[in-house]
T-cell receptor, first 112, second 116 residues
Framework: RKEVEQDPGPFNVPEGATVAFNCTYS??????FFWYRQDCRKEPKLLMS???SGNEDGRFTAQLNRASQYISLLIRDSKLSDSATYLC?????????????FGAGTQVVVTP | DTEVTQTPKHLVMGMTNKKSLKCEQH?????MYWYKQKAKKPPELMFV???????INESVPSRFSPECPNSSLLNLHLHALQPEDSALYLC???????????????FGEGSWLTVV
């Protein structure tokens, strides 16, 4: 089993629609969680950190479910510019600091 | 715009060449990283420097040699590379060089390396 798993997609989303996808992680002791977005041939950029209580940043909402060991990302009112690959990133434990675990990414394609 | 700057953006080198990738950050971060990313794959960790000391080497072949001249700079020296080493090389930094959680990393734009 992979340490961090994501549905690769692509999720084809009409402009203005809502899309949500999850990421599961295997290490229950994982410390912190992030969503990054990566455009084609560009570097990953931090979208948001994911907090235990869940957090929202504009049209983006992230949730953490420690009991089931997954995090989710929801995008409301999708824009064409939201088309990207969304990487789930997990900071496993204090002992393995520095060794972030990356999911393979979920591709989102927003269509007009 | 990223505050981690990498040069060059693109590099083509022969298998017998020696070249270097450079990375600079001015955020006062104490940890710096090199990642390698192949197409349609997530970044793979290569090296981590914490407070200018090499703290993680993910069993990277010796043809890749990292160097951290000071807290703001990180180099990756390349020698006798193979065509399969062609990839996007990403530098990143994070605030803490210690064992703290919640440590957000920030990536540079990357250096596209082609080995011919």
């Amino acid at each position: 089993r992979k340490e961090v798993e994501q549905d690769p997609g692509p999720f084809n989303v009409p402009e203005g629609a809502t899309v949500a996808f999850n990421c599961t992680y295997s290490n229950s002791a994982s410390q912190s969680f992030f969503w990054y977005r990566q455009d084609c041939r560009k570097e990953p950029k931090l979208l948001m950190s994911v907090y235990s209580s869940g957090n929202e940043d504009g049209r983006f909402t992230a949730q953490l479910n420690r009991a089931s060991q997954y995090i989710s990302l929801l995008i409301r009112d999708s824009k064409l510019s939201d088309s990207a690959t969304y990487l789930c990133v997990v900071n496993p434990t204090r002992v393995s600091w520095g060794k972030l675990q990356f999911g393979a990414g979920t591709q989102v394609v927003v269509t007009p | 715009d990223t505050e981690v700057t990498q040069t060059p953006k693109h590099l083509v080198m022969g298998m017998t060449n020696k070249k270097s990738l450079k990375c600079e950050q001015h955020m006062g971060h104490r940890a710096m990283y090199w990642y390698k990313q192949k197409a349609k794959k997530p970044p793979e960790l290569m090296f981590v420097y914490s407070y200018e000391k090499l703290s993680i080497n993910e069993s990277v072949p010796s043809r890749f040699s990292p160097e951290c001249p000071n807290s703001s700079l990180l180099n990756l020296h390349l020698h006798a590379l193979q065509p399969e080493d062609s990839a996007l090389y990403l530098c990143a930094s994070s605030q803490s060089g210690g064992r703290s959680s919640g440590n957000t990393i920030y990536f540079g734009e990357g250096s596209w390396l082609t080995v011919v």
